[in-house]
């Protein structure tokens, strides 16, 4: 290990369009000491002789058969020497002071073990959508774990700094099995180890177009990585330790959003030993949440009926819980209007929260 090198391992799949630009921008950042690593998982364009025409001895490159994203950012930090480790998709950039800005808040300070900062979401041209902070939660810093675990507020993982030493000490690496979301499920276990840090400049631009991953992989597919990641925290250790608020947080945006149309994967988790760990008036509160999303898009009907009478098994007499179910069986209609007017006289959202990534999709 380096002191004070940053490794920014890339991994390459035909990213002959766009990689200049992303190479460019580190050649280009204000501070010095840093190594690209980038890794060609398998091409079949000019990705390989683009990189070639860059004679700067600190763009080491390597190619390997064609074994997904997760294994190419394992070999990357297999072969990274820096003291501070981040990625670079071929298709993003960094801001100048991109690794100056992360460097210097991790010297400052070394109690935490990560680093994150903000961004710009842009269209395919470069144009920006929207600012990572726009699409988050909020400024979250220190001990980020119980916020991580339901909402990725970091942006991309190209805005996330790390420390070798935390990878080291504690054997993380990418879960190839995990073919969307790896760097999501490869933060939460950093996570649930080291504190997360956070700068308020801009680090990276985080391109969406039809192409990458994010845009272009099947739904199912991303639905079910996405779901594998959130049951892995729901077997780990650090989970079991945190308070039931907390837990409720995951458990809502587990079933009302990533298995909200998935019926055998929603009951293993309402009987999971974890769901009924928590109180029952907070398993009622969570199965009331799920049911609503599926009253309000009017679909799978029968499954928010379902979901309702778990609710009223589990805390019965709730008037509210009362009030959805015999309006669920009576009149669906009348029920999404109810939870409509429910929701605009407490100042929530009443349909879908804007989107960089539909943005795009309309850019």
Not at 35 to 41: G, I, M, N, S
Not at 66 to 77: E, I, K, S, W
Not at 85 to 91: A, E, P, R
Not at 228 to 243: C, G
């Amino acid at each position: 290990m380096k002191s004070g090198l940053v490794s920014i391992v890339m991994p390459a799949y035909n990213g002959a369009e766009f990689i200049r630009q992303a190479v460019d921008s580190v050649i280009a950042q204000s501070y010095r000491q840093w190594e690209l690593v980038v890794v060609d998982d398998g091409s079949t364009d000019q990705t390989a002789a683009i990189v070639a025409g860059y004679p700067d001895a600190r763009i080491r490159y390597t190619f390997q058969e064609n074994r997904g994203q997760a294994a190419a950012l394992n070999r990357g930090l297999a072969l990274a020497e820096g003291e501070f480790v981040t990625t670079l998709d071929v298709d993003d950039w960094l801001t100048v002071d991109s690794l100056a800005g992360r460097v210097a808040y991790l010297a400052q300070h070394p109690e935490d073990g990560a680093v994150y900062g903000n961004g710009f979401y842009c269209d395919v041209a470069g144009h920006p959508l929207m600012r990572f902070s726009e699409n988050r939660i909020g400024d979250v810093a220190g001990d980020v774990y119980a916020t991580l675990i339901y909402t990725p507020f970091f942006g991309t993982g190209a805005n996330v700094m790390v420390r070798r030493q935390v990878l080291d000490q504690h054997r993380i690496q990418y879960d190839e099995s995990i073919v969307w979301c790896q760097d999501y499920d490869f933060y939460i276990r950093i996570a649930a180890v080291a504190r997360f840090g956070l700068v308020n400049t801009p680090t990276v631009w985080y391109r969406l177009h039809a192409a990458n991953m994010t845009m272009a992989m099947a739904k199912t597919r991303q639905f079910r990585s996405l779901l594998a990641t959130r049951l892995k925290v729901l077997r780990s250790s650090r989970f079991a330790e945190l308070p039931a608020t907390e837990k409720g947080l995951f458990f809502n945006a587990l079933l009302s959003q990533d298995a909200g149309d998935r019926e055998a994967d929603q009951a293993g988790v309402v009987d999971s030993a974890a769901f009924r760990s928590l109180p029952p008036a907070a398993q009622a509160k969570i199965l009331l949440q799920a049911a609503q999303v599926h009253l309000l898009q009017q679909q799978r009907l029968g499954l928010a009926r379902r979901l309702l009478r778990q609710a009223w098994v589990r805390h019965p007499f709730d008037p509210r819980t009362a009030a959805a179910l015999a309006l669920a069986h009576l009149s669906p209609s009348l029920a999404r209007a109810a939870i409509l007017h429910w929701r605009r006289i407490r100042g929530m959202p009443t349909g879908p929260v804007a989107s960089p990534f539909e943005a795009a999709k309309l850019a």
